[in-house]
Every structure is written in C-alpha cells, then in structure tokens.
C-alpha cells in the first residue's frame, strides 16, 4: 500500500527537494547577509552564493550566467519578457505574436498590452494541440516584435517544434520568447541551438522554493534590451530591482542542479511509469489522450474519459489521489479548460478530463493504486450508467 494521498499534480508545484532544502537553511540563520552590501562579510557571502545559483541555472539551459535575471517566479518572468519587449522595442512595431494554449501569465499579459495599443495574433491549435508553423511565419509583419511561444503545454504535455518556432524567429529578426516553465529540467532545453532570446522558469516546477524564477535575456546575436517593469535599487544589470531572496535563489540553483545531473534517467523513470498508467487506463474503452503523443513531456498523461461525467470522476477517487482536472473551478462556474477546447474538445469531453503530472516522489506503488483506483471509479460510474 502506497502512502496516502499519493500526489500526481507534479504540474501545479512540486514538494521541495530535501537536499535544496538543506542548502537554502543556512542563508534563512547566519548567513542572512544583503547581496548588495559590498562592504562586509555578510554582503559578500550572500552575493557569492547568488551567482553560485546563477551559474548553476545558466548551466541548466546552456545560457551565460550574466544572462539570467532572478524574479519572483515565470509569472513575472513572463510579464517582465512580454511588456519589457513591447516598451523596449515600440520604435519598431506594436505586434506580438503568441498562441491560445499559453498560460494565463502570458495571456492575462498580453490582453493587458492590447489595452496600451498592442496588436496581437493568437494562433489556435490542432487536435494535439500543436501550432502550424506555416500559420505563424505568415502572421509576422514588419511591426512584429516579439513571438511568444511556450516550450511545453503545463495541461497536455505537448511540446512545441521549438527550433522551428527559433529558426522562424531569426529569419525575420523578430525576438523569441519562450516560458519553458515545465520543459525546464524534464527535458533537454538549450537556448543555443533552439534559438531562444528569452526564456521564462521558475524553482517551483523543478523541486525548488515557490516564489523564486528567472528569466533569460540573451547578450548577444541578437542583445534583447528589456525596460524594467521593477524600478528601484538597480539590481539584476538594472532589470529587476529589489533585495534578492538569497535563500530562494540558493534553492533554485541547487534544484537546477540536480534537474540537470538527474534529467536522463529521471525523465526515462518518469516515461515508463507514465506510459504504464495510461496504457492501463486507455484499455477502460472510450479513453483519448489529450496532447501530442509524440512530442509530450514524459512526465504528464492528460486523459479524456467517455461515459462519465466529470464530477463523479473526481468525487470517485481524488480523496486518495491528488490530480488536476479538465475544468478550472476557481470560480461558481466550472469553466472547461481552454486548453481542452481549444484542442477542439467538447465541454462534456473537457470536464471529463484528467492531467496526471508525475514527478521525482512518484514510486510504482503509487502508479498501481492509481490505476486501480481510476479504473474502478470509471467501472463502477458506467455500471451505474448515471450519465445520459
Ligand atoms: C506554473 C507556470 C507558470 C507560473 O509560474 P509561477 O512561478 O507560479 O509564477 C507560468 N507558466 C507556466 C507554463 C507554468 O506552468
């Protein structure tokens, strides 16, 4: 018996790691030092191990230490990358490119930019959620300024042909964004050869401290200029004032650290556990994936279930078992996922949906619960044949 609740929403946050607990202890005790205070110990130890960190995440994505900018987590990475361009770069054009599927970091900003008179496409998604390349090259025009793309899709999985995406990016000189936020430390992300300008992560997604992120800003071919959205004491080359966590970002480069030693095998591990849950529970009839089944992180099964209703899906397992479902219920109104519909899925179809996020916790035991739990529950509610 596994231990219970078992936690498969890996994708929403997941638990820090303890060995980046232990290295983010010290700077919460003694070494509480500013790392801006250059005239003693305190100071210069807390600043020493920032850059420790930064070098640690560069290293994570193949960037230069000097081109990574810490933040308070990719939804400000996000907004600093998407209105730093629009401000930076309005001499040359107001138009941004980006797509339905983002994450509302990305969205709710750019609906914000439209209101200080950006234009905006938003490219829609096929079937698996994948863009057409062919549609995005031809959205650019001579304003475009900035296409902001995600790496990988936190609901499905569905990883975007990144070089592509950079390779059309450079041919018309228009700057790349991608938040990375889930690709990040799952699979193998380089800002190099993906021709990635800017990049948006965040510690929280990779066993690391909430509340801490960066964010890429490339130096050189081309040198992206950002205006600040955080205007104070200058810190981050000018980008983003205000006191760094020190213990956050300690914990952020700790736990890119150990994404990068562990990737390989992690992501391995994580694929077969995975692929074992949804062959499991794809063999329950009337199942579909949502997502791209060849391009997908190895860590997220987001699965459609026919012949139930979304409710009684939930209600029927998630006191044991922690997942996200295809339904944003923040509000009174159970709103289907945009995502879903946007990859064409009815609403009936969308709430009826689950995403099971893996991570470094996840044992085996846990994945034959999982399976024996979901089946049951979908067994039991078709018996009862409650749906019409
Ligand atoms: C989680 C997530 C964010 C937000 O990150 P925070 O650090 O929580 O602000 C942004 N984009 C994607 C794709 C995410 O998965």
Known sequence: MPQLPIYLDNNATTPVDPGVLEAMLPYFREQFGNAASRQH?????????????????AKLIGADPAEIIFTAGATESDNLALKGVFESYAGKGNHLITCVTEHKAVLDTCAHLEKLGAEITYLGVDHRGQIDLAALEAAIRPTTILIALMYANNETGTIFPVQAI???AKKHGVIFFSDATQAVGKIPVQVLPDEI?????SAHKIYGPKGVGAL????RNPRVKLIAQMDGGGQERGMRSGTL??????????????????????GQRLRKLRDRLEQSLLALDDVMVNGDTSDRLPQVSNLS????????????????????AGSACTSA???????????GLSDERAHASIRFSLGRFTTEEDIDYTIQAVTETVNNLRSLNLFV
Request: charged share 20%; net charge negative.
């Open 333 to 343: 109104s159970l709103a289907p996922s945009y995502v879903l519909k946007a990859m």
């Open 41 to 57: 110990a305190f100071g210069w130890t807390a600043n020493e191990s920032v850059e420790i960190a930064r070098e640690q995440v």
């Open 197 to 201: 300008d800017l990049l948006a992560l």
């Open 305 to 324: 279930f026919g012949q139930v209703e979304g409710k009684s899906l939930l209600l029927g397992f998630t006191k044991n078992i922690a997942v996200a």
């Open 216 to 219: 890429y800003v490339r130096r």
């Open 245 to 266: 966590n020190v213990p956050g970002i300690v914990g952020l480069g700790k736990a890119a650290d150990c994404c990068r030693l562990e990737l390989e095998a992690e």
């Open 166 to 168: 950079g390779a059309i």
